[in-house]
């Protein structure tokens, strides 16, 4: 009963969020919700969304909601068939990107992961994050050692968070699926479950690290592709440390071509690298927008955030070789 009072307070508050952002459109092909959305739309007051695509009030909807939805809008990206191409188009530049907490709490989150004084680890630690997404943030730091690394730490209580909201997802994709048909042929109880597989995989770093391992381990004779350094002894549940990288993003065209490097060896270096994690190793970095992809000064692409990898057999990658050489 405790558990179905929380869900229901949560449902409340998803419902009238997504009323605020005119954003219930998904609810109201559900005829049993029907009701439901009408008094959130009484109740709520609505932002000025004048203008905007449904796509787009769902992603600000979601973005505002939180972590668990930014990771939702991501994955319903992919399912043209639920809504439609242009709204998964809008959700797919749904930005994984939230406000940082402060640099002292993830000094405490890392002290308390290794159980030892963070001077013990670094020399210095940047308070101040790089880069702050739903589930981690990055600082910069530099090792007791002398090396320059990268530090991810996840979120205070995004585990916790996470635990609860895909409750109430799986709690509300069975519900729909006993009592409406319409919503059993999409299989809701499955995306959800997907949902969970991938954010298991992120709540815990050192996946991240032995993905991240792997990958450089797959490019070690290749010097147009590299992939940062994992230091192990700095890497736990909750902390991931990386060799620093420096470059410029490879979507910055004006800089590379301003630092000396040629355009067509850069995309040929990118296909080739591509290619080969897909079809030679069977293994890839999955998440490979240009945020994650920078050129180094001698040229290489240097790939970060091992998050969200894949995996294909032997068969599956004979079967994409036989098609892409049959479109040749």
Not at 21 to 33: C, E, K, M, R, T
Not at 108 to 128: K, W
Not at 175 to 196: D, I, T
């Amino acid at each position: 009963m405790l558990r179905f009072g929380r869900n229901l307070a949560r449902l409340t508050g998803i419902v009238l969020t997504l009323s605020r952002h005119d954003a219930l459109f998904p609810l109201d092909a559900v005829p049993a919700a029907a009701p439901f959305s009408r008094i959130s739309r009484i109740l709520a007051r609505r932002r000025n969304v004048a203008g905007a695509r449904p796509g787009q009030r769902l992603a600000a909807a979601f973005h505002e909601l939180g972590p668990s939805f930014i990771k939702l809008g991501q994955l319903l990206s992919t399912r043209a068939d639920l809504f439609g191409e242009e709204i998964t188009l809008d959700l797919a530049s749904l930005q994984d990107r939230l406000p940082p907490f402060p640099g002292a709490q993830a000094r405490s989150l890392i002290e308390a992961e290794f159980a030892q004084p963070l001077d013990t680890l670094f020399t210095f630690f940047e308070d101040i994050a790089v880069a702050a997404a739903s589930i981690a943030q990055v600082h910069f730091a530099r090792t007791t050692d002398g090396k320059e690394v990268a530090v991810k730490v996840l979120r205070p209580g995004i585990i916790e968070a996470f635990s609860r909201d895909l409750e109430l997802f799986l709690w509300l994709a069975r519900l729909g699926e006993r009592v409406q048909p319409l919503v059993r042929r999409l299989k809701p109880v499955e995306v959800v479950e997907m949902l969970a597989e991938v954010v298991r995989f992120e709540m815990d770093l050192r996946f991240e690290a032995a993905a991240a391992s792997e990958l450089a381990e797959n490019f070690a004779g290749d010097a147009g592709f590299r992939v940062p350094r994992v230091d192990w002894r700095r890497t736990g549940r909750s902390v991931l440390t990386l060799e620093r990288i420096s470059g410029i993003r490879i979507d910055d065209r004006a800089a590379l071509i301003a630092a000396g490097h040629r355009i067509e060896a850069l995309l040929v270096r990118a296909s080739e690298a591509f290619f080969n994690q897909v079809l030679r190793d069977g293994f890839f970095h999955a998440d490979l927008h240009p945020g994650n992809m920078f050129v180094d000064a001698s040229g290489a692409i240097v790939v970060v955030d091992f998050g969200i990898m894949g995996r294909l057999d032997r068969a599956t990658r004979f079967y994409l070789a036989d098609m892409l050489l049959g479109f040749l």
